[in-house]
């Protein structure tokens, strides 16, 4: 009854990034379009001011993909 699923770990994305990888590997991560993931990015960037600082962070904590991934 306790089925554990398969640990899976967030990387930046080698193959769909325009700066640095992060909506791309979210999206990847989550199952979903990267372009929702960059379009919320903007919204909450301009709405709350958050979202670059969030960004900038991920940027530098999140590892790139591995590159036979």
Known sequence: MNQTRPYKKLYRS???RIIAGVCGGLGEHFGIDPTWVRLL???FFFLAGGAL???LIMWLIVPLAPENA
């Open 41 to 43: 990015f903007i919204l």
């Open 14 to 16: 080698r193959k769909d």
């Open 53 to 55: 600082l969030v960004y």
